[in-house]
């Protein structure tokens, strides 16, 4: 009974949503807001120049969760994206608030925020030299007591919050140019492998203030694996398994407070550090 229940569920979701999903419409940075790029109007002509990068989901779809599509150049800023025209100043330790212009309630996952340095300039960079570290993320906040019924997960909190979600710059991030890749993740088809759908929507910041830390990161394609836990997660089953936890896909979380406590530490020691290896400090 418990699997049919989660799989109608699912199934209902999946045949009535397929084509709801959503984009960044605005970002906000210190009281100034700017436009996001909108797949949906691009085959009516040009838009205004953008922080957000630009991508080819006419239909605000997504990039599927297979082996081929997570290992492709388009699980970092979406299909056939394309650097955004402009660069956004945002101070480290500042807010970055993000809007979406929808999203479907029952479309629930977490979302995922990641930085990467893109050099002297974010609106040339080569999308395959980025190298992402994890700077947040958020997934189930409860959990569902109601059998084949979902939780409740940061995008509904999103949905309370008008669509928009709020990333805080890391204050000890060293000043630079960095791509912001922010990212929803949808696990409303019910768990299947190659089933998650992905949402990931990138923006150009120019990073100011006094930070010392740049982390390494990894290539977008090393990110996920189809078979993650967080990807073949049957959120419906809440009730019948009460004691399962979820877990987020992809790195850890980057802990620059412990980064920043060895710099200082090793500075007031006279330690060298050479055997510290930020390679794997994702977590």
């Known amino acids: 009974m418990c699997s049919k229940l989660a799989s109608l569920s699912a199934a209902l979701f999946w045949t009535t949503l397929v084509s709801g999903h959503g984009h960044v419409s605005q970002v906000t940075?210190?009281?100034i807001?700017?436009?996001?790029?909108?797949?949906?109007k691009v085959p009516w002509g040009p838009q205004p120049d953008s922080i957000t990068w630009s991508n080819g989901a006419k239909d605000n779809g997504y990039v599927a969760s297979d082996p081929v599509s997570l290992a492709s150049r388009e699980v970092n800023c979406h299909l056939n994206a394309t650097n955004g025209k402009l660069v956004a100043q945002a101070a480290a330790g500042s807010d970055v608030a993000v809007t979406w212009n929808d999203w479907p309630e029952s479309h629930h996952g977490p979302v995922i925020d990641y930085m990467a340095d893109c050099g002297e300039d974010c609106t040339t960079v080569d999308l395959d030299a980025l190298r992402w570290f994890k700077i947040d993320e958020t997934g189930q906040l409860e959990k569902s007591t109601v059998g084949g019924v979902a939780g409740r997960w940061a995008?509904?909190?999103?949905?309370?919050?008008n669509l928009t979600w709020t990333?805080?710059?890391?204050?000890?991030?060293?000043?630079?140019?960095?791509?912001?890749?922010h990212e929803l993740i949808a696990l409303h088809?019910?768990?299947?492998?190659?089933?998650?759908?992905?949402?990931p929507q990138c923006i150009n910041l120019n990073v100011t203030g006094k930070g010392t830390v740049l982390p390494k990161g990894i290539p977008g394609s090393q990110l996920y694996s189809s078979t993650d836990p967080g990807f073949v997660h049957n959120i419906y089953t809440d009730y019948w398994l009460p004691d399962r936890t979820y877990t987020i896909p992809g790195p850890s979380v980057f802990k620059f407070m412990s980064i920043t406590y060895f710099i200082r530490l090793s500075s007031r020691h006279r330690l060298t550090g050479a055997n510290f290896d930020l390679d794997n400090r994702h977590g």
Do not use: C, M, W
Not at 155 to 161: H, N, Y
């Open 155 to 161: 995008t509904d909190f999103l949905i309370e919050k």
């Open 29 to 31: 940075i210190d009281g």
């Open 167 to 181: 990333v805080t710059i890391p204050a000890h991030l060293k000043p630079g140019n960095y791509v912001l890749r």
């Open 33 to 40: 807001s700017y436009y996001g790029h909108d797949p949906t």
């Open 189 to 199: 088809p019910g768990g299947a492998e190659n089933s998650t759908q992905l949402y």
